[in-house]
């Protein structure tokens, strides 16, 4: 049965101690709260706090990710984490193709098909995100992008990997915009992704895999969205940075 999935993704905020004190407060939270076995909570945290932030939360409740990581193994790459060193501080989710990384990191679809490859290789979930930018949407193009995104990044992806991938449909448009993507919207491209994922790797497959949308999630929005069919949970940018916020959208789910 496929999970259903709340993922937090810090971005290049909080300092290390105040990241602690954040995932803390969740993990005290997720101590009393019974989420249920069919439910996973992750923390997308900056590569400089994954050492602390394991550190101080249950792993049996909480997961940590790292939000990006190297198209290569290792070597002369400066500056660059790869995923087994994220894999050695024991996160277990790599963010990977987030739109932000696309727009200003020159990640391509072949580029995220390598990170994609290292995360598997490392034994790491990753979360392939996906996405059209508002100027692809008013042209009505937005199937054919997501399809493009997802057929050229997965196309060497084999079975054994694609079903513990998760996806993130985060349409661009609604990234830190305040404007959701409607359930109706979101549903509609989740049915999309589901179906194209079918296409490729047959139904079974493709009925197991999480599809979360990302997008201006917030404490008032998220139980009608995941209430969606295809709507596995949610990739929350802005709102798993307030302790509370995050807390009723892990509620919702
Ligand atoms: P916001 O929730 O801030 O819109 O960010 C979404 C996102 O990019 C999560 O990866």
Redesign the pocket.
């Known amino acids: 049965m496929r999970k259903k999935i709340v993922a937090g993704?810090w971005?290049m905020n909080t300092l290390p101690a105040e990241g602690e004190t954040l995932a803390r407060g969740i993990n005290e939270f997720m101590a009393e709260y019974n989420a249920g076995s069919d439910k996973k909570i992750i923390l997308?945290v900056p590569f400089t706090h994954i050492d602390r932030v394991i550190h101080s939360v249950d792993s049996e409740k909480i997961a940590v990710s790292a939000q990006n990581c190297s198209q290569y193994d290792s070597g002369a790459y400066t500056g660059e984490v790869s995923a087994s060193m994220i894999k050695s501080l024991g996160a277990e989710y790599v963010?990977v193709g987030?739109?932000?990384r696309r727009q200003y990191f020159g990640d391509t679809d072949e580029i995220i098909g390598h990170k994609l490859a290292q995360a598997y290789k490392n034994n790491l979930i990753p979360i392939f995100?996906c996405g059209e930018s508002l100027g692809e949407r008013m042209e009505g193009k937005y199937f054919d992008v997501v399809k493009s995104q997802i057929i050229n990044s997965l196309i060497r992806v084999e079975k054994s990997n694609i079903v513990k991938t998760v996806i993130?449909y985060?349409p661009v448009w609604?990234?830190?915009?305040?404007q959701t993507a409607t359930p109706a919207q979101a549903q509609g491209m989740h049915a999309f992704i589901r179906r194209t994922l079918a296409d490729l790797y047959g139904n079974a497959i493709a009925g197991e895999i999480s599809i979360l949308y990302?997008?201006?999630?917030?404490a008032a929005n998220s139980a009608e969205l995941f209430s969606a069919d295809d709507i596995d949970g949610g990739?929350?940018?802005?709102?798993?940075l307030k302790a509370e916020d995050f807390k009723t959208i892990i509620k919702s789910l």
């Open positions: 993704n971005k997308g963010i987030h739109s932000e995100c993130a985060e609604a990234i830190g915009t305040g990302g997008g201006s999630v917030n990739l929350v940018g802005g709102a798993s």
